[in-house]
T-cell receptor
Framework: GENVEQHPSTLSVQEGDSAVIKCTYS??????FPWYKQELGKRPQLIID?????GEKKDQRIAVTLNKTAKHFSLHITETQPEDSAVYFC?????????FGTGTSLTVIP | GAVVSQHPSWVICKSGTSVKIECRSL??????MFWYRQFPKQSLMLMAT?????????EQGVEKDKFLINHASLTLSTLTVTSAHPEDSSFYIC????????????FGPGTRLLVL
């Protein structure tokens, strides 16, 4: 099955700096790559997604890039704010199932 | 947007009892729902895929007789943890897609299970 790896596991940045989280996947059939933000004790919330026919997508301070050849995709958050602090999960979708990365705990220091 | 609810949000039970968790899609019909398990500070682990009107598909290593899944209608899937033991204590989250060809999954708020 699919194997999704995510790095780093923890990330601390100063407010206003950028944060980058990277994921790799193994199944070349994966064609949908969402990113979720999960605050403590709450449900994951979709923040951005990208499909395999697109290389980059941006939504305000959040962007995602995809390299199908290398099988990796990344989340970029610019101008970070304290409320961006949470755990972020990447996922790769194959055969309509999601396989999640191990998560990145992001802390934005005011 | 699509809303998924779960009930109960928090349950404590004695070892050996069975616990049923409900997952509902409130404003859309979900032909497919997914059940995940999440341990503290860990990722979401897919347990099974639930299809309306048919048997659930379980991931490798998940005991189907331990975690009974029923998807009797287009808006309701249930997960029953049978003969629960302390090691079953976890955060259980369901998700649903708002259409058979839609990719986005919407998550329920989760159910925290504590087995004493």
């Amino acid at each position: 099955g699919e194997n999704v790896e995510q790095h780093p596991s923890t990330l601390s940045v100063q407010e206003g700096d950028s944060a980058v989280i990277k994921c790799t996947y193994s199944d070349s059939a994966s064609n949908y790559f969402p990113w979720y933000k999960q605050e403590l004790g709450k449900r994951p919330q979709l923040i951005i997604d990208i499909r395999s026919n697109v290389g980059e997508k941006k939504d305000q301070r959040i962007a995602v890039t995809l390299n199908k050849t290398a099988k990796h995709f990344s989340l970029h958050i610019t101008e970070t704010q304290p409320e961006d602090s949470a755990v972020y999960f990447c996922a790769a979708s194959t055969r309509n199932q999601f396989y999640f990365g191990t998560g990145t705990s992001l802390t934005v220091i005011p | 947007g699509a809303v998924v609810s779960q009930h109960p949000s928090w349950v404590i039970c004695k070892s050996g009892t069975s616990v049923k968790i409900e997952c509902r899609s409130l404003d859309f019909q979900a032909t497919t729902m997914f059940w995940y398990r999440q341990f503290p500070k860990q990722s979401l682990m897919l347990m099974a895929t639930s299809n309306e009107g048919s048997k659930a598909t379980y991931e490798q290593g998940v005991e189907k007789d331990k975690f009974l899944i029923n998807h009797a209608s287009l808006t309701l899937s249930t997960l029953t943890v049978t003969s629960a033991h302390p090691e079953d204590s976890s955060f259980y989250i369901c998700s649903a897609r708002d259409g058979p060809t839609q990719e986005t999954q919407y998550f329920g708020p989760g159910t925290r299970l504590l087995v004493l």
